[in-house]
């Protein structure tokens, strides 16, 4: 959406702001990744398997395999062999026979019931069991888990560790997913300085790029960290123009002041705006655009929490639609902790800390000081807790809508 006199681009409801920074927003790419390098990626294609699992039937016990025909209680049975995990045995069950078996062994053809271990008296090469009037079967069947030319996973779903496992069980070495985005990430203003520096006493530490840089990769991104500049455009301009990325997340100098360079440096290198300013706490000056080249530029405010707060809102559900996973904000209910206010005229995300109430239900603590300078808040917060603009006062008990963070 470009950036003109009659675009209204102030002041945009959160959705509103979303929809323009996601438009057009689609998968970049695909490449083919080794299965051990491919956690936290997204699926590019489905996984189908090739082969059933288990691909025999395969007992659920330790025990004894034979002919659920054969079966009476005190029965003895002729031992004639063991199937273990990896070393089946290979011949049909003949009736009177039992073979020793052992979890995740194949059943031996013929056999339908395994008698476990604890039921059974082994005499010599002779077996009695005495396992009730109707035993459990104790055989899991070929396929219980999947069969071949099922659907295991679909396209666009993030590998985490129980998908991993599942891809590994269906015999992938490797997998098709989408290419990470690459982000840039620049941190402006003369007041910052890097950790582990001597400051000046009127400069604080920059810590922003360190957060974001963890978030993004934790979304499926590539984050480079560029070189934090003061308030100087033409350096601002400078150090943007070159970056090989996919997306720039610029913090600081997001608003109008005499020092808020950045969308004009940015200008100067051919930006188009499609959001100036959001109607949200924290985080309003949060503004978004692109440059001629396609590169999306994401601005984020130089306070702490008003940049977490909208990289959240904003910038994940981007990178998720540049991996070409859906781009949806979760959010599950939750219990006030104490009661609220009356909302203001934007839209607030608060910082909560979760628990859960004896009866299992979660419970969202708001933070009393919401300030958006404060990190120390948001490094104990669980969640962003929503609240709709306008925004009736709530009791304590109300439920209302929370963001889980992911901690960890």
Partial sequence: MADSPSA????????????????????????????????????????????????????????????????????????????????AYTHPIASGEAVRIFTGAPVPAEAD???????????????RFDAG????????????????GDTLLPEGVVIDPWRLSLIAAAGRAEVSVARRPRVAILATGDELAPPGAS?????????????????????????IRLSSQGDDAQAIAC???????????TIGGASVGDHDLVKPALRTLGLALSVETVAVRPGKPTWSGRLPDGRRVVGLPGNPASALVCAELFLRPLLAALTGAAPDI??????????????????HWMRAALSTDPDGRVVASPFPDQDSS???????????????????????????????LRRG
């Fill in 374 to 404: 404060l990190v120390s808040v948001f490094a104990r917060a669980d969640a962003l807790l929503r609240r709709r603009p306008g925004a009736p006062p709530a009791a304590a008990g109300a439920v209302v809508d929370v963001l889980p």
């Fill in 199 to 223: 400051p000046r006493p009127d400069q604080i530490f920059e810590s922003g790029s360190y957060s974001l840089v963890a978030l993004i990769e934790a979304w499926g991104g590539e984050a």
């Fill in 8 to 87: 209204n681009l102030r002041n945009l409801t959160v959705e509103e702001a979303r929809r323009r920074m996601l438009d057009g927003a689609s998968r970049l790419g695909v490449e083919t990744a080794p299965l051990a390098e491919s956690l936290g990626r997204t699926l590019a294609e489905p996984v189908v398997a090739g082969r059933a699992q288990p691909p025999f039937a395969a007992s659920a016990m330790d025990g004894w395999a034979i002919r659920r025909s054969d079966y009476a209680p005190g029965a003895t049975f002729r031992i004639v062999g063991e199937s273990a995990a990896g070393a």
């Fill in 133 to 148: 009037p109707d035993p459990r079967g104790n055989v899991r069947a070929a396929g219980g888990d999947f069969k071949d």
């Fill in 113 to 127: 019931l395994v008698i476990i271990q604890e039921e059974a008296t082994r005499e010599g090469d002779q077996v």
């Fill in 239 to 249: 150090t943007v123009a070159p970056a090989p990325v996919d997306v720039i997340v």
């Fill in 330 to 347: 979760r959010l599950i209910p939750a219990g006030l902790a104490a009661p609220l206010p009356a909302g203001g005229p934007r839209e």
